[in-house]
């Protein structure tokens, strides 16, 4: 053996007695374990059968000055906590205490995150004092798992308790100590790459910090402002309390993911190691010898998106409503909006602040306008994304090449007029292409929920500056809402004029949406147009909706005039003619009225899979479909409301076993789908129904030839 290495094999009390007046290294992750760390070890701990518990090994570094801790202090923290519990145990049942006095205990970190709040809890010496910690650091990692071992431990009864200290007393170690002539952080990194590995965040800042000198106070400020980098990608937002490991790593592993890509143009998902490997190959290429510049380009790169991440949509800055709509693909634009971002905005290095003056304001909107209009008017023409991962990442190089233009119609003219006349599947659509499909789609509802959503919160703010009204509206719980029902029987029955044929391409489009507080939405329902219409205006709080004021009534020709409305309201919005001017481009031209009235619909139904399904199953079946038992189904359900089962069994006398009656269900629904009857078409009378056959008697005949041929 080395004489650099020496092993020991130590109890508990002796351990830490040997690392007492330890430090935990710069370069050692924070303190992470959680409950089901904690709930691991306990269970392993009562579940031992033998003499000893071996615990792994505890590596410390002896120099002449100090002692390290290289590896073991998520146990050895741990360890403290659970100590501390079963010293507060043994003293309240008056029961010995063999345990070491942790009061005393040293330990000293440039790095660890509350670390004094790990001394307060374990020099405390009465339950008070404990409830003091307790309340005053909430969300401290130490806390939280010294609650977890106290509600655990409470599980248990007193004997039970007993038993694990006795097994609790025989925990071993093998103590690793090494001499001050080992390279430490070397033996930390071999370590950490064949046990738990690191996350890219721990393993870059470990690779800075092995690359800096730098004396003891200015490795505490590099620290400091590395931490606050980090801090709040620890921390659910919800909560405000710490995330799982699970979590806390992918949040870190993504944020070097990014920078990487932002360096490199190339955009991968890789695990911890391959992710650090990607960032050592970039300090290599293009900060040899400079790690002081790449940590201040690393540290600038995460400020801003930090920035992104917990300010970008606040509503102080006129740039957050395309927040909304970029959301939807947020980590594909993510690169391209801190470029954004870093080439129009201040930044305090010091301070790690991020702050604009107006014009930067304004070409920050205006930029996050492109690219909020290249994903809208992509995602409804039905472009896939999955090449923009490759593509995006690259455009902050090629953008540099148009240093004579505003960043916005550098931008534009990279995403547009570059591809506008390839055939690469990364372009951006025209606007007239985007409207068109706008207004040509017949179910933008369940197609394109999300979008259509946050496009019409996007007409409700326009509306809302252009009559310069104080928006009180709150966009966190809304929902999209038809004014024409989906479920329209009850409209039908109010008014004759509607057609039901016409209805089923109307329904779901852009004209007939609009949105309103969640809540609203049960309470209105299937309501008539003039109850629906009182009730969004009285409770209402979106001013999109004030446009019903004017309407007494809601058919298909209301759906078009309100289509014509919000499509021209879009086309003001994504209103780019600023930079085809710059560019000297001609301007693109949009006839709304024109695409509305030509509106291209494609049918919902095919006929077709109808006739397919009643051929399938009635061959499968066994069952003759003629005129007369067609008639009979007809009047069972428009006449006397029976359902379609009932009508199958009744009818066609199809037994419920097996899956026939389900089959034969289809079979039904297949024919009233070719003969348009719908559930409007039920309470009908006698002569209704007599006078349907007579319109529909060579349909039917022919449904009926169809089966039986």
């Not at 909560?239 to 890509?261: C, G, M, W």
């Not at 446009?547 to 078009?560: A, G, V």
């Not at 289809?666 to 003969?675: A, C, G, P, Y």
Request: proline residues 1%; contains cysteine; neutral net charge.
């Amino acid at each position: 053996m080395s004489n650099n290495i020496k092993i020991e094999k130590v109890n508990i009390n002796e351990l830490l007695d040997q690392t007492n007046g330890s430090i935990i290294p710069y370069y050692q992750r924070d303190y992470d374990w959680g409950e089901k760390e904690i709930e691991r070890l306990i269970y392993d701990l009562i579940s031992n059968k033998s003499n000893e518990y071996y615990c792994g090994s505890i590596v410390l570094c002896n120099h002449l000055d100090s002692k390290k801790i290289v590896d073991g202090q998520q146990r050895i923290s741990t360890f403290l906590l659970i100590i501390k519990y079963l010293k507060y145990f043994l003293k309240s049942n008056n029961k010995k205490d063999k345990f070491i006095n942790i009061e005393n205990y040293q330990i000293d970190s440039n790095n660890l995150k509350d670390k004094e709040i790990l001394q307060e809890l374990i020099q405390t010496r009465e339950e008070n004092e404990l409830l003091e910690i307790k309340n005053k650091y909430p969300n401290s990692r130490y806390v939280q798992n010294f609650l977890i071992i106290n509600e655990r431990f409470k599980q248990m009864n007193v004997k039970d308790i007993e038993k694990f200290i006795s097994i609790f007393e025989k925990i071993i170690f093998s103590l690793v100590i090494v001499t001050q002539d080992y390279d430490e952080y070397r033996l930390f990194t071999n370590i950490n790459s064949t046990g738990l590995p690191l996350n890219a965040f721990d393993l870059v800042k470990n690779f800075i910090f092995s690359k800096m000198e730098l004396n003891e106070k200015q490795i505490k400020e590099k620290l400091k402002i590395i931490n606050e980098i980090s801090n709040y990608l620890e921390i659910d937002e919800g909560t405000d309390k710490p995330l799982d490991n699970k979590k806390k790593n992918s949040n870190l592993n993504e944020l070097i993911r990014l920078f990487n890509a932002y360096e490199t143009g190339i955009f991968e998902k890789s695990e911890s190691t391959m992710l650090f490997r990607k960032f050592e190959k970039i300090y290599k290429d293009n900060y040899e010898e400079n790690i002081d510049k790449m940590f201040d380009e690393f540290i600038k790169f995460s400020s801003y998106y930090k920035f992104i991440k917990t300010k970008l949509e606040n509503e102080k800055y006129n740039f957050y409503k395309s927040m909304r709509i970029i959301g939807l693909q947020f980590d594909t634009f993510i690169t391209l909006i801190i470029d954004i971002l870093k080439k129009n905005s201040n930044y305090n290095k010091y301070s790690l602040d991020i702050f604009f003056n107006d014009e930067q304001e304004q070409e920050i909107e205006k930029s996050l306008l492109v690219i909020e209009s290249f994903s809208l008017f992509r995602t409804y023409t039905n472009m896939r994304s999955n090449d923009l991962s490759r593509f995006i990442p690259t455009l902050h190089n090629k953008i540099k090449t148009y240093n004579k233009y505003s960043y916005s119609t550098s931008l534009l003219k990279t995403l547009y007029f570059d591809q506008k006349n390839s055939d690469l599947n990364t372009k951006m659509p025209s606007k007239n292409t985007f409207l068109k499909a706008i207004i040509d789609a017949t179910d933008i509802y369940n197609n394109k929920k999300k979008s259509t959503e946050k496009l019409l919160i996007r007409i409700d703010e326009y509306l809302n500056e252009k009559e310069n009204n104080k928006n009180t509206s709150k966009y966190s719980k809304i929902s999209i809402e038809h004014i024409l029902p989906q479920n329209y029987e009850k409209w039908i029955l109010e008014d004759s004029d509607l057609n039901e044929y016409e209805i089923d391409n109307y329904v779901n489009s852009l004209g007939n949406l609009t949105i309103l507080p969640g809540k609203l939405n049960n309470e209105l329902k299937n309501s008539i147009f003039k109850i629906k219409k009182n009730k969004l205006l009285e409770k209402g709080t979106f001013i999109i909706n004030n446009y019903l004021n004017k309407k007494e009534y809601w058919d298909i020709n209301s759906i078009e005039e309100r289509m014509k409305w919000l499509v021209n309201i879009i086309n003001k919005i994504y209103n780019l003619d600023s930079i085809f001017l710059e560019l000297n481009e001609p301007l693109e031209k949009s006839d709304i009225e024109w695409l509305v009235e030509n509106r291209d619909i494609k049918k919902i139904d095919d006929e077709s899979k109808y006739w397919s399904t009643i051929k399938t199953n009635t061959q499968k079946l066994n069952i003759k479909i003629t005129y007369e038992k067609i008639c009979d189904a007809i009047y069972e359900y428009c006449f006397y409301n029976q359902s379609q089962t009932t009508i199958a069994k009744r009818i066609f006398n199809v037994p419920t076993e097996n899956n026939k009656l389900k089959d034969n269900n289809w079979t039904i629904w297949s024919i009233f789908k070719i003969l348009r009857l719908e559930k409007i078409h039920k309470n009908k009378t006698e002569e209704w129904v007599k006078s349907f056959i007579k319109q529909n008697k060579h349909l039917i005949n022919e449904i009926a030839d169809f089966c039986n041929n």
